[in-house]
């Protein structure tokens, strides 16, 4: 691997010129801008625990390309014990970092890819795959962080990619050359996009044949002429600005990943990274792996985050004098309630997978859809409980610099002081990070990231084999089965 670790990946990405714009003005260097350092700080944790003992296991995999070892985020899944161990590592990561970490996205797009690309090539005598694994083996080699690009803006909702009065409202081919492809568009929501090495485009859902044009799939250098970024905002991002490290309440890490829009203005891509092209029964089969590996990672992830929540809840009831109270432990029970239940669905959609046509291996979607939903409801609820038991505090908390300002410090110290023993700058310390991980930006993440909610009722409306069921329902009520 060349490179090892997390200082190693922020250097890095100072070798590499992304166009990046925040606030309307550009960023030149992402490892060290207030707004984005936090997110390549929480992304080089993927690095840095592949170099220590204790982890090594989990963050690293043999590949079956070269037989090297690899970054785990650079990985096909060859069995279910590789999901599993994926899923344990991303909760030991949301533990580490309490936020997103981002090379998930990347890492499932290559698996969503590399099984889909195998099935074309099957059906139509393609070479897809092995252009695909000659990019991926570079992409293990020197352990790069991919970006995986799926949600196009979309433009009128009732309309599919080819009747949108503006094309570019999903990412599409304008040229076929001889020597490659020339796309535009956009996506949105590109979580790690700018602290990424590569890109990888996929399509956003299923397409028919007049969709042709916008059924494939192909990777570029995230520095690519024509290539813009606009990365979006944080709740509190301001905070950071002004230095209140405090405030901010996870001083070393962003809220969520650091998203941002990316925008291709007539970009080439040479046909080597061109890995489908206008096999367009294949949009629904990408997207469909990819959702439900990125939809299996949030009870892990997520998990991690709501053991923080959890740890940081029942510390401020110690340093508030609640801790004992009856109604305090009953609520931390559920808290731990919440998070481990989702934890076991991460882990029975791993323990359920199976080998695709390819070898590599799939979660179980179904489970995996049931446990992105339950996100979308237990992280809230847990968020909802952090909330009660933390107070109204966390909300109206006056600012790090009254707390050391020499007119009035010594009046905040005073009046959100509790139990004797604990510094009074822990407790509002503790309190600024519950106020950071329960806010705006970090629970819409929740609900949205990996599929709004109604995307997983969807699958598991279309998955839960309604027929069979009423089979089932029929012969214990006695009622004779009718042959089709
Ligand atoms: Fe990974 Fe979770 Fe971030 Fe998705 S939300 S990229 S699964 S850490
Ligand atoms: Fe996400």
Redesign the pocket.
């Known amino acids: 691997m060349k490179i090892k670790t997390g200082s190693e990946y922020m250097e890095s990405l100072k070798q590499v010129k992304p166009l990046i714009y925040y606030m309307g003005k550009k960023i030149e260097d992402v490892t060290t801008h207030p707004a984005t350092a936090p997110h390549v700080r929480a992304a080089a944790m993927t690095y840095s625990l592949a170099v220590q003992e204790e982890y090594r296991d989990l963050a690293t995999a043999t590949s079956h390309l070269t037989g090297n070892t690899i970054g785990r985020f650079t990985h096909i899944h060859q069995n279910v014990e590789d999901l599993i161990k994926k899923v344990k590592l991303?909760r030991v990561?949301?533990q580490k970092t309490g936020?997103?970490?981002?090379?998930?996205?990347g890492f499932?797009g290559i698996n969503a890819t590399y099984s889909t690309v195998y099935e074309i090539d099957q059906k139509y005598g393609t070479n897809y795959l092995e252009r695909f694994k000659k990019w991926l083996i570079r992409i293990q080699d020197e352990n790069l962080m991919v970006v995986g690009a799926m949600t196009d803006p979309k433009g009128d909702r009732s309309k599919g990619p080819a009747e949108q009065e503006d094309p570019d409202q999903y990412v599409h081919i304008v040229d076929r050359r001889d020597d490659g492809i020339v796309i535009r568009g956009a996506k949105l929501h590109m979580?790690?996009a700018v602290n990424s090495h590569e890109i990888l485009i996929m399509p956003t859902t299923a397409m028919n044949e007049a969709s042709r044009d916008y059924a494939f799939i192909c990777s570029v250098p995230i520095d690519a002429p024509g290539i813009t970024m606009i990365f979006g905002r944080q709740a509190n991002d301001s905070r950071r600005d002004l230095k209140e490290t405090i405030d901010v309440g996870k001083p070393s890490f962003g809220i969520?990943?650091g998203e941002a829009v990316i925008v291709f203005e007539d970009v080439f891509i040479p046909w080597e990274n061109v890995f489908m092209d206008g096999e367009t029964e294949f949009s629904g089969l990408v997207v469909h792996r990819f959702a439900a590996h990125?939809r299996a990672?949030?009870g892990?992830?997520?998990t991690g985050l709501m053991d923080v929540l959890t740890g940081a809840v029942t510390y401020l009831a110690q340093a508030q004098g609640t801790a004992k109270g009856s109604h305090v432990r009953d609520k931390v029970t559920e808290m731990i309630h919440l998070s481990e239940t989702l934890y076991s669905s991460s882990i029975a959609c791993s323990v359920e997978g199976v080998p695709t046509p390819s070898g590599a291996y799939m979660v179980d979607t179904m489970l995996a859809n049931v446990c992105k939903h339950n996100v979308t409801r237990f992280h809230f609820e847990v968020a909802r409980l952090a909330v009660d038991l933390a107070g109204g505090f966390i909300a109206t908390l006056p600012s790090e610099h009254d707390l050391r300002s020499e007119d009035v410090g010594h009046l905040v110290k005073k009046y959100f002081s509790g139990v004797a023993g604990i510094p009074v700058e822990d407790r509002i310390k503790i309190g600024r990070l519950i106020e950071a991980m329960t806010g705006g930006t970090a629970m819409v993440?929740s609900m949205h990231?990996?599929g709004s909610p109604q995307a997983q009722r969807i699958m598991i409306f279309r998955e839960g084999n309604l027929n069979e069921k009423i089979k089932l329902a029929k012969a214990l009520a006695g009622i004779p089965q009718k042959e089709k």
């Not at 936020?99 to 996205?105: G, N």
Request: charged letters at 15%; hydrophobic letters at 30%; proline letters at 0%.
């Open positions: 991303l990561l949301g936020t997103c970490f981002q090379r998930c996205v499932d979580t790690g969520v990943g990125h990672n949030y892990a992830c997520k993440e990231g990996a």
